[in-house]
Every structure is written in structure tokens, then in C-alpha cells.
């Protein structure tokens, strides 16, 4: 059998804590560019090449993209054959304290949600893990700001609310959330399952690539629809009106029960953070 | 219209800002965000001395990321300025003047910015590298356990922004999306 060191786990998660804070993944930088082209406003399409040049800064200075370097989410496939010598789970909160450490990135953690107080690593990250076939870790870091976070919503609907209740539900979280995600959005869009389910299928469709579109062509079609619709709410980008409101979304679903239709919409903002290595 | 203004802005220069024009500034601006303005406003509501005078100041919401050793500041982007909403109008009652973030701020700011003839001014959200480029000097002011939320003095210069709403009570949050929605329906 296979062994992994816990050390080894450290490393990975504090590397890719750092990179994903600095370079956005390529299909992102791609949407960006798309965007900046496509939108006909001109003070929308000034504010896109601000954000190129941003990243460019980012990259010439080291420096994070967005200040909010947000709460660590890491996805973990653990090959159900690997050997763990050490803790897990302490290994990936270790890998995350350095990495912010390190990268010098803001921590922006409290462990209490009422009362409040830093705790200045930056843990504990959201840890979510899948058992998988095989003796590999592949690890995803997604670093997520709260100004888009907090504009994420959830929706327990009706089956009789069918599709058009979910378009509508989508609309109306992306119209709410106006400026304060930081315009252009990406949004993850879950739908099904359970509760708690639905909330984590929406952020785990942030980590889709944007230049793919869903293997069955029904949500398939409702990604690309949703994407029009939302493009012609003229938030803009920063909100301050024009086309490109979002660079893309994407769709998760679960099977769910007779009674029940879930959805839930996980906004990010442009800065659409994701780094992922393997072990 | 663009101009490039210089800290402390003059009152007539303040009531020249239409929402929609672009602004490069230079000089200096304070970070404030959430906990900071709670203990803003404990000051206050004790009559102790502020860290800085709120007249002719200009309030950043903004809580940069540590720098490195070479480097004056870390990433230094505006935050949600609808958090700072419920002290935003005792503030600016105290005579602050200027204050830069992103995204909307509630009706209740809105009048308050109109009735002070005051100013909100948006920074691009999530470019914060950019945004570090333009500071020259960072100061440590107050309230060093607040980590990256303690007030911190920043020199500037040419910061890119928008005015968001103006002395008027203008809001390019509002305007903005409508006037690019009626010039596309109209084509
Ligand atoms: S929403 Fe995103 S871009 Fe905006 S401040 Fe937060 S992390 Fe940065």
C-alpha cells in the first residue's frame, strides 16, 4: 500500500494557497479577456481592463489578487488506497496556516461567529473530502471572499415550482446581490439533493472550468440560458451597468426527494480563486 | 468628467463631483472598516479624542493583506462599504467628507451624503494589487490589535476611482445600470 507523509500534505495545501491567491486559473483569465471584447459599454469595458491590469500587478509584484484572500475551502479526493501516516485533517489546517503565513495573506478567520476573535492563521479551512478509487490525493484549494459569499443564497422550492421557480430564484440572488460581489460574477448553481447537500453542490460547481459546459445537454442548455439571462440584467461590471454581469455559471444536481426541490446559488466574485495539485 | 484631486478636497470640489466621473486621487486617506468604526463611534459616544480628525479626512474601507518585507503595503482593495452603513451618518454628521469603497450604501447614507454635501467614492473591487501600487507610505495610526482592520494612514497617489454617489445624492448604482439598459433598448 501506498504511504503519504502528512508533511507532504502541507506543503501542497500552503503552495496552492498561495498560487491560488495570485493567479487565477487559465479558463478564468480567458473569460476575463472574452468579456473585455465582448462588452459593448465603454465605462463597463474600463473597468475590465482595470481588473486585467490587476492582474497583471498581482502577478509582477507577488502580491494576492483582491485583499480578501478569503475562507479556505479545500477539496480533497482520497484515494480509498493511500496511506495517511499522520493526521489528515491536522495536516491540511497546517499546510493552510503556513501557506497564509508564508504568502503573507490576510487572515480572515474568527473562531467564534458571535463573539468574534481572530485567529490569525487563518484556519480552521472547510474541509471536504471524497473517498475515491485508487492510492492518489488530489487537492483543490479555493480561497472564497465574502463579499461574494455573503450574497449567496439558498432556496428550498416547491417541485411544482419546476425550472422556471430555479430561473427566477437565480435571478433574483444575482439581482439582489447588485455591486457587492464584485462584478463580473461566476456563479454555482446547485440543485437537488439535500439541505445541506445543494449548498455544497454550489460551491463545488465553482470549481468547473468556464469553458466547459455541463456533460447533459438539458442543464447544459440551462447553463448557457441563465448565463444570457443574467447578462441582460445590466448590473454590469462593479456594478455600475453593462453587459457582462457574469463571466459563466455552472450547474451541479443531486437526486432528490418526491417533495422537494433544493437550489442553491454560490457566488464568486471575478476573482474565481482555485489551485489544484496532486500527490 | 476625470479629475486629479488632491487630499484635503475642498468643499466647492466636492460639490463638483457628479456621479459617473472619474477620479485619480492623491494624498492621504485612512482604512477603516467594520471594527474600526465600532470603536469610531465608542469614541464618540464617550467624547474621547479620535485617532484623526474626521474633517477633511477621507475614510478607505479597506483591510489590506500584510505586506512583505520589501513592500510598502500588501493587496489594498475597498471592501463592502453597506457594512459601515449604520455609522456612516454619525460620521459624516462629525464632518467627514470622503469616503472610498465598493458597492451600494443604504437610502439612509444616500440622504445623509446629500444633506452634508459629501461624497462615496468606489474603488475597483478585487484589484487590490492594483490599487497597492498607488500607495506610496503606509503609517500604523491606532488600534494595532485590529490586525489587518487597525486605521493605518496611506499615501496615495493617482488612485483610480469612481464617483459612486455625489452631493446630490446621485448614485451611479442606480443610474449606471439604467442608462446603459435604456441606450441598449433604444438600438
Ligand atoms: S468579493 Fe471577491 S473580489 Fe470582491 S473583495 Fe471579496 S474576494 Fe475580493
New binding site residues.
Partial sequence: MRTLDEKKISELVARLCIQANRQLPEDVIRALEAAERAEPWPSAQQSLSLLRENLDAARQRCLPI???T?FTCVFARLGQDLHILGNFYEAIQEGVRQGYQRGFLRKSVVSDPLRRINTDDNTPAAVHVELVPGDQLHITVLPK????ENMSRLAMLKPADGLEGVRRFVLETVRAAGAN??PPIVVGLGIGGTFDQVAALAKQALLLPLDQSNPDPFYAALEAELLREINQLGIGPQGFGGQITALGLRILTLPTHVAGLPVAVNIS???CRRASGIL | MEYRLHTPLAQQEILRLRAGDRVLLTGTVYTARDAAHQRLIACLDQGAPLPFPLSDSVIYYAGPTPEAPDQVIGSA?P?TSGRMDSYTPRLLEQGLRVMIGKGDRSPAVRESIRRWGAVYLAAP??A?ALLAACVENVRLICWEDLGCEAIRELQVRDMPLLVAIDSEGQDLYTEGPAAYLSHRDEK
Fill in positions: 483582491c485583499q480578501d478569503g471572499g465574502f463579499g461574494s460581489p464584485c466574485c471575478h476573482v | 482593495g471592501t473591487g478585487g487590490g
